[in-house]
């Protein structure tokens, strides 16, 4: 997969495939209880639990932070599945909110926090052997 975003601001990128598990465990840990509900209409679906590390990853890199030095600080606070967008909320300093894309593609979830710090996303897009794919934001 390749990903490719022009922003003005500070860019955050995280790739995972769907093969790897993530354990319940590692849902208990890394995920307070009102994230969890932010994908319990799924279940205990690993794509859901994947997206949502994704986009926590990303947008702790995209401020430039380790997310397992830094995981309670990034909460996700908002997540519209359907036009594949997670809000992720950042405490800390310099507190703020970063609009998440959330990319599901067959092989790679793929998670860009690209958002202004007034929360506008540039567009994005996964250039792939079988076409692109972009989110609804």
């Known amino acids: ?3 490719a975003a022009a922003s ?3 860019v955050g990128v995280d ?3 769907w093969a790897r598990p993530f354990s319940d465990r590692a849902w208990q840990w890394a995920f307070c209880p009102e994230e969890r509900d ?3 209409p799924f279940g205990s679906d690993n794509r859901r639990r994947l997206a949502m590390w994704c986009a926590k990853e990303a947008a702790a890199k995209r401020q430039g932070l380790a997310l397992l030095n830094h995981l309670a600080e990034v909460r996700i606070v908002e997540a ?3 036009n594949q967008c997670l809000i992720v909320e950042l405490a800390g300093a310099n507190p703020m909110r ?3 894309a959330v ?3 067959g092989l790679f979830v793929v998670a860009l926090a690209a958002s202004s710090p007034d929360g506008v996303s540039p567009p994005c897009c996964i250039a792939r ?6 989110p609804k934001l």
């Open 1 to 3: 997969a390749a990903l």
């Open 8 to 10: 003005h601001w500070p």
């Open 15 to 17: 790739i995972e495939a």
């Open 38 to 40: 932010l994908a319990e």
């Open 80 to 82: 519209d599945w359907p």
């Open 98 to 100: 970063i609009k998440v």
């Open 103 to 105: 990319i599901e593609d």
């Open 129 to 134: 052997d079988r076409g692109i794919a972009q």
